[in-house]
């Protein structure tokens, strides 16, 4: 038995913890459990492959309802997975975990197995097939609550016995049955393990098993499900539901623009008002300048992006929440599999929205080693959230405010248009790879359609608080860094401006950046990007941009840094309007927007994406390809967007 951790120190303590592990198929409810007992905060999400690594939590329980006497337990929470006899990385260490041999982590002293009421039918093999190991365990139905809804109910008396261990019901999102739960979980010497002997060893038997005992302590939830059926009958069709994944993200960055545009003006205004009320508060020099151009104008630069990524992870969550994300997996696997590729990639590339690195983390779901491989020579295709802030600054200058058919904004169409030409570009590449240096086999994909619900606000809310906070610190950690590096890329060496500019504010900044050591680095670049449309300070936003995307907005900022006064305070986006390359010339005209928002679609800009690449794959070989062949697409495809925009825009009718 173990003793409570307050009557034991040190080494001894942590050797005598309890250890258990939660397991269940994807989208039953584990990892919202284990938030909901934790604490912790991992990402819940409606469709599989989200876990792909096993997390650890602890939780203090009471032992036997003993107030006065508490224990530990460290909770691992692993992979969702619908067999033991696995075929992907994640699903090996679900297993690896189960039997003590996943390296760093001691066997459990027990299992909590998770599975959905709702859909108990299809999960009871696989409890069965947990039970066989021969470990203490209990079995926790979740969505107690939609199978009463749905008129079903479990009988828990009669389904303990047949298994013979202990089960009970939660709702893990509304907190109903934690106590109970956790009550158990203090209380693990009394689990019991279940005879192997009466759970039969061959899957086709167990499923005949499962129906068996089901015959006996299921209630079945009404089977119409009409409401449900009738809408998956077009969500699901294989043309309709195409057609309207496409709708529902045209209206996805519809929204974007449309409400989280005067939220980020504001927000400008705010920076740029900061930025008046510190220089004014101060004498000209460079503290000065590195408060005012380095941090405020560098970091504030991004940070007023906030609405728009906000926005991005509330829509994202609503559709994960509601059960439409599952279906769109479903959906797109028509598609996936033309490119070679199946639903479990999808869902890879579907995270990579959000940020590649989960995504590229995602694909140990994919069971096919090349296809786990050429979903991860891609996903940076997908358009992640760093792109967005690139994305809102050059659209906004550039792109007429205007509508079509009086609603649909002309902005929300560029900004889908380019998150569409990066998932096109994204299968296209796959089908170069799978149909070549790749060539493999593609495993059949089944998941399980959770049903349509109302997603919890809470849920919801802290999925965009996690996100909005990370984003911040990004801004906080990275973007500061690369703010304070540039500014003083820019600020030296020191140059002393002709005296009929050195009144002149801007006029003497401007001098001192042309002369910088940043100038020349650009200027080194220039003549490989002057065919794209670039001048050097794009190519110095390019550079730096290399530690994270956005970082080429918080260049753009200082280089083209407002006065200071409250006359001049102008957004970054009419700042570029206004701004002229050294032959006099604008320095940014539509095909120049054009082409620098399509060099962001394909360059992999991001160093955390290689690194986490060449983990995955346990080499550098494939980062660097990955590096240099999305570099030579997005020269490539920069250079044809700028001249052909360039021709059209200047050639008179």
């Not at 969550?317 to 279906?327: F, H, K, N």
């Not at 959230?385 to 002309?410: D, Q």
Request: aromatic share 8%; proline share 5%; glycine share 10%.
């Amino acid at each position: 038995m173990c003793r409570s951790p307050l009557s034991m120190k040190g080494r001894e303590m942590e050797e005598h913890q309890t250890r258990l592990a939660l397991v269940g198929s994807p989208n039953c409810g584990k990892t919202t459990l284990f938030n909901a007992l934790t604490g912790l905060r991992q990402k819940v999400a409606n469709y599989p492959g989200v876990t792909v690594e096993h997390t650890q939590g602890s939780i203090e329980v009471e032992v036997d309802g003993d107030v006065t006497n508490t224990r530990e337990i460290q909770l691992l929470d692993l992979p969702g997975t619908y067999s033991l006899e696995p075929l992907s990385p994640d699903e090996q260490v679900t297993l690896d975990a189960l039997e003590g041999k996943l390296e760093g982590v001691d066997a459990p002293d027990g299992i909590v197995i998770v599975a959905d009421a709702t859909t108990l039918e299809r999960s009871l093999p696989f409890i069965g097939e947990v039970l066989r190991l021969g470990r203490p365990s209990l079995v926790v139905l979740t969505m107690i609550d939609e199978l009463k809804a749905r008129k079903g109910a479990v009988k828990m008396g009669a389904l303990r016995r047949a298994l013979g261990v202990k089960v009970l019901g939660v709702v893990g999102n509304k907190g109903l049955g934690l106590d109970d739960l956790e009550h158990e979980l203090g209380r693990v010497e009394t689990w019991k393990a279940a005879s192997p002997d009466k759970i039969p060893e061959d899957q086709l038997d167990r499923f005949v098993w499962a129906d068996e005992v089901l015959s006996e302590c299921l209630t079945r939830p009404d089977e119409s499900r009409s409401r449900t059926d009738a809408i998956d009958r077009v969500v699901l069709h294989p043309g309709f539901g195409i057609a309207l994944f496409l709708l529902v993200m045209f209206l996805f960055f519809q929204i974007i623009f449309t409400v989280a545009a005067p939220l980020q003006e504001g927000l400008e205004g705010l920076v740029m008002g900061l930025g008046v009320v510190v220089k004014g508060m101060m004498e000209p020099g460079l503290l000065r300048s590195l408060l005012v151009d380095g941090l405020i104008t560098g970091v504030g630069g991004v940070v007023v992006f906030v609405p728009q990524i906000a926005l991005l992870l509330l829509m994202i969550s609503l559709l994960e929440g509601s059960g439409y994300m599952a279906r769109a997996a479903f959906v797109i696997d028509r598609v996936m599999g033309w490119a070679g590729l199946e639903g479990r990639c999808f869902v890879a590339l579907l995270s990579s929205y959000a940020c590649a690195i989960p995504g590229l983390m995602a694909t140990r779901s994919v069971p096919d080693p090349k296809s786990r491989l050429a979903t991860m020579m891609v996903a940076p295709f997908m358009t992640c959230s760093a792109r967005l802030p690139v994305y809102g600054l050059l659209i906004s200058a550039f792109i007429p405010s205007e509508h079509v058919l009086g609603i649909l904004s002309i902005q929300g169409l560029a900004m889908f248009g380019l998150y569409f030409l990066g998932s096109i570009s994204a299968l296209l590449a796959a089908v170069i790879f799978k149909r070549g240096l790749l060539r493999g086999r593609t495993y059949p994909f089944y998941m399980e359609l959770p049903p349509y619900r109302v997603p919890s606000w809470r849920v919801v809310l802290n999925f965009v608080w996690r996100g909005v906070k990370g984003f911040l610190r990004k801004a906080g950690t990275i973007i500061l860094v690369a703010s304070v590096l540039l500014w003083g890329m820019l600020s030296f060496p020191q140059v002393e401006p002709p005296a009929e500019i050195k009144k002149d504010t801007a006029a003497a900044r401007a001098y001192q950046i042309e002369r910088s050591a940043a100038a020349q680095v650009g200027k080194a670049i220039e003549p490989v990007i002057e065919p794209l449309g670039f001048d050097w300070r794009i190519g110095i936003g390019i550079i730096a941009s290399f530690a994270a995307r956005e970082v080429i907005v918080a260049t753009l900022a200082q280089i083209y840094s407002f006065d200071g006064e409250e006359d001049d305070l102008e957004g970054l986006g009419d700042r570029l309007k206004k701004a002229k390359k050294d032959d006099g010339t604008p320095a940014y005209t539509l095909a120049t927007a054009l082409a620098l928002l399509v060099f962001y679609v394909y360059a992999l800009q991001c160093v955390s994406t290689l690194a986490v690449m060449k983990r995955e794959t346990g080499t550098w070989r494939w980062p660097a390809i990955a590096f240099l062949y999305m570099l030579a697409v997005a020269w490539i495809a920069s250079f044809i967007t700028y001249q052909l925009t360039h021709y059209l825009t200047t050639t008179q009718v």
